[in-house]
Nanobody, 123 residues
Framework: QVQLVESGGGLVQAGGSLRLSCAASGLTSSSIAMGWFRQAPGKEREFVAGISRSGAGTYLADSVKGRFTISRDNAKNTVYLQMNSLKPEDTAIYYC????????????????WGHGTQVTVSS
């Protein structure tokens, strides 16, 4: 059974930082890509960042480039999202997702999802 568990969310002031973690279990494929998505109230779920199985390929949404970094530790089956220079518009529930193959940017492409962690950025 695949499980993705996010942690690290919280309340932070604008300009601050948070690091989200996603602990994965039950993923048996050797080519699993991971992604981070977010969903703000009244908005659609949007791609934030993706990373290939090896970690060599990373992809970021334009809105977070230069501020967010995605990484993974395959020995720990964990993916991270380092978020710096946070803005109020980054406020959302952040979800971790996994898929077999390339880290695509569409939510429908991902087979497995975590329950999400809330990130709130105050101005």
């Amino acid at each position: 059974q695949v499980q993705l568990v996010e942690s690290g969310g919280g309340l932070v002031q604008a300009g601050g930082s948070l690091r989200l973690s996603c602990a994965a279990s039950g993923l048996t494929s050797s080519s699993i890509a991971m992604g981070w998505f977010r969903q703000a109230p009244g908005k659609e779920r949007e791609f934030v960042a993706g990373i290939s199985r090896s970690g060599a390929g990373t992809y970021l949404a334009d809105s977070v480039k230069g501020r967010f970094t995605i990484s993974r530790d395959n020995a720990k089956n964990t993916v991270y999202l380092q978020m710096n220079s946070l803005k109020p518009e980054d406020t959302a529930i952040y979800y971790c997702a996994a898929r077999n193959g390339f880290p695509l940017t569409t939510a429908q492409s991902y087979s497995y999802w975590g329950h999400g962690t809330q990130v709130t950025v105050s101005s």
